[in-house]
């Protein structure tokens, strides 16, 4: 039985015991990796995310009455409101109210919920456990009240919700890759025109492995947006609208320091991108190896966004033979690490990354060894 079968069945039973009657409709959605391209996506800029097989799946129900309770496998209390809040109440439901507010403003107000998530998706990890709260509640939803929507609104939406209402001013990559992605493939998104290029990820010699930091991160942080902020006076002393029209020449024109780093972080990062697409078109994954390792630099000294536990990851990584490549990913301050390495030896790897980091922070990493999946919406978007 297949991921999203299992989280579907496991949504559908959990739903029934909370609640008492089956739900009207289930959606089921994808994490991703981002094999490279970080912090780009709100400046407009590119990225080459894959889904990966760690899902979160929404069962849901429309009421009679305005009333909305909320269940998540993760938490013991069912969370009752009694209606839409204006205000976030800083916990996990902020991502589906934040939802059914954009689809209220967008096609009139709807009844009340009753809402049961089911997941096997690390939250805080950098994989997108927000994106595909999102994805897979606006998909429902839409089901439940019968609306139809094209796949690059409905992104649009769960982004703003994640924007206006939770308060991450993050940029449109995981929505998109949690509806989008195609198993085998990584997804090259230009953020900017919403254009996408499938492109074949390595065959079955390489693998992925995501070494947790077990430090968390929260995306709605001030440190987040303010990198943002940063990049956007970076583009503003530029007399530029986001960073995507920036060159390498440009940046002797910033005067302040330290937004001339967050530019050319994301100069650089942007001509990654590209270079990694143009490798794994060429069957040539050996070639992702200096990009991964320049990017996790570039991100520790340009961007600022890793800490000391990321980066004896990549450290311990980058002495190991099998390992093509590493690099910190997700927003920052804690999270995985990606891992791409030779398939045979894994076991090893882990093991040496696991002695290593508990050598220095009497922790253990935990690992996730995963594939690439299809998005919520792969196959309506072809």
Known sequence: MSAPHQLDQRARAGFRQAFGYPPGAVAVAPGRMNIIGEHTDYNEGYVLPAAIDRHLAVALRLRRDSQIAMRSDRFQATVHLDGLPSRRQGNWTDYLVGVAREIDQEHGPGPGLDVFVASDLPVGSGLSSSGALEVASAVAMLAARGIEVPVIEIARLCQAAENDFVG?????MDQFTALKARGGNAMLLDCRSLEDEQVPLPDGRFAWLLADSRVRHELAGSAYNQRREECEAAAGALGLSSLRDATEADLERISNPVERHRA????????????????LRRRAPRGLGPLLYASHESLRLDFAVSCRELDC???????????????MMGGGFGGCVLVLAESAGMDDLEQHLAEGYADEFHKAPEFYRVRSVDGAMSERSR
Request: glycine letters at 8%.
């Open 264 to 279: 050319r972080h994301v100069i650089t990062e942007n001509a990654r991108v590209l270079q990694a697409a143009d490798a």
């Open 168 to 172: 991450a001013r993050t940029g449109i």
């Open 313 to 327: 990851l990549v450290e311990l990584a980058a002495g190991t033979p099998q390992v093509i490549g590493a690099r």
